[in-house]
């Protein structure tokens, strides 16, 4: 069993729709992070979260740390949404920063 | 606007040929990592430093070998080439603040061994 999962795998959303994709993890974390991975291969950061909730734009992102589990929120979604989403974690027993990954969730966002 | 730079972006190699991917960040970060990616896959660890001199391998075994020699710099070596190897490298750095740590990640090199 994977350290962090995350669901679901792949979603298929009409524009517009409000679509949430979830992440549970299994260990202690110092930190736990949203990221974007478009086609072309590159990654972007969307959100680092320790507590609560943030919101950037069309993006809201939650953690419930009693219950070791974190939802990316997209509202009014877009095609140009359409990515792959990784929740990954910073494990509270490496010393440090390293990251665990999450499998990824394949987001398509159709007009 | 990337602060990490990675190049090159592709690159189509023969077996059997050493190669460098190369690493830059201008934010200052002290801590850097490569990860390994492959299609439709999760990303891995294959390295990661945490300042000038200190490197360490990761928790995918990968015959690459790094150097950080600056705080700006830290590239990948492959000395032979093979196809095993080919794959999406990814280069990130991190900050610390507070105990919570940021990340950002570069564009990535996309390597073929033929």
């Known amino acids: 069993k994977n350290e962090v999962e995350q669901s679901p795998q792949n979603l298929t959303a009409q524009e517009g729709e409000f679509i949430t994709i979830n992440c549970s993890y299994s260990?202690?974390?110092?930190?736990l992070h949203w990221l974007q991975q478009h086609p072309g291969g590159g990654i972007v950061s969307l959100f680092m979260?320790?507590?609560g909730k943030k919101k950037h734009g069309r993006l809201i992102a939650t953690i419930n740390i009693q219950e070791k589990h974190s939802s990316l929120h997209i509202t009014a979604s877009h095609p140009r949404d359409s990515a792959v989403y990784i929740c990954?974690?910073?494990?509270?027993?490496?010393?440090?920063?390293?990251?665990?990954f999450g499998e990824g969730t394949q987001l398509t966002v159709n007009p | 606007e990337a602060d990490i730079y990675q190049t090159p972006r592709y690159l189509v190699i023969g077996t059997g040929k050493k190669i460098t991917l190369e690493c830059s960040q201008t934010?200052?970060?002290?801590?850097m990592y490569w990860y390994q990616q492959d299609p439709g896959m999760e990303l891995h660890l294959i390295h990661y430093?945490?300042?000038?001199?200190?490197?360490e391998k990761g928790d995918l075994s990968s015959e690459s070998t790094v150097s950080r020699i600056r705080t700006e710099h830290f590239p990948l070596t492959l000395e032979s080439a093979r196809p095993s190897h080919t794959s999406q490298y990814l280069c990130?750095?991190?900050?610390?603040?507070?105990?919570?740590?940021?990340?950002?990640f570069g564009s990535g090199t996309r390597l073929t061994v033929v």
């Open positions: 430093s945490y300042g000038v001199n200190s490197t």
């Open positions: 990954a974690v910073s494990p509270q027993v490496t010393s440090g920063s390293r990251l665990t």
């Open positions: 979260l320790s507590s």
């Open positions: 260990v202690g974390i110092s930190a």
């Open positions: 934010m200052g970060h002290d801590k």
């Open positions: 990130a750095s991190s900050e610390s603040s507070g105990g919570y740590y940021g990340y950002t």
